[in-house]
Nanobody
Framework: QVQLAESGGGSAQAGGSLRLSCAAS????????MAWFRQAPEKEREGVAV???????YYASSVKGRFTISLDGAENTQYLQMNNLKPEDAAMYYC????????????????????WGQGTQVTVSS
């Protein structure tokens, strides 16, 4: 079993930056990929970025060039550096992870992630 704990959420002004962290515990060595999803009020949960154990990353088009996902394998912690924040980035951000070596469909598919954190809130003011 893998447990995920997010931290680093908060408030920022448009154009500002925040860094989210997600620490994995339990059988963290079995994790093959870690990702960030977000969900705004009355909207569906959407993928933000994913990083695989081989270092390959994918980003949603809405955050590409502004957000950077990274992984500290020694600490079993992933990060999401969010720069040039926009009001539309405001949401609850969730850390996700999985142990499988393949995706079913797109990496954006929620079913590709077995483990989820509780979420951390990001607010962006204009």
């Amino acid at each position: 079993q893998v447990q995920l704990a997010e931290s680093g959420g908060g408030s920022a002004q448009a154009g500002g930056s925040l860094r989210l962290s997600c620490a994995a515990s339990g059988i963290a060595s079995s994790v093959s990929r870690m990702a960030w999803f977000r969900q705004a009020p009355e909207k569906e949960r959407e993928g933000v970025a994913v990083i695989q154990q081989d270092g390959i990353t994918y980003y949603a088009s809405s955050v590409k060039g502004r957000f950077t996902i990274s992984l500290d394998g020694a600490e079993n912690t992933q990060y999401l550096q969010m720069n040039n924040l926009k009001p539309e980035d405001a949401a609850m951000y969730y850390c996700a992870a999985d142990y499988r070596s393949f995706y079913t469909g797109s990496w954006l598919n929620l079913n590709n992630y077995r483990y989820w954190g509780q979420g951390t809130q990001v607010t962006v003011s204009s």
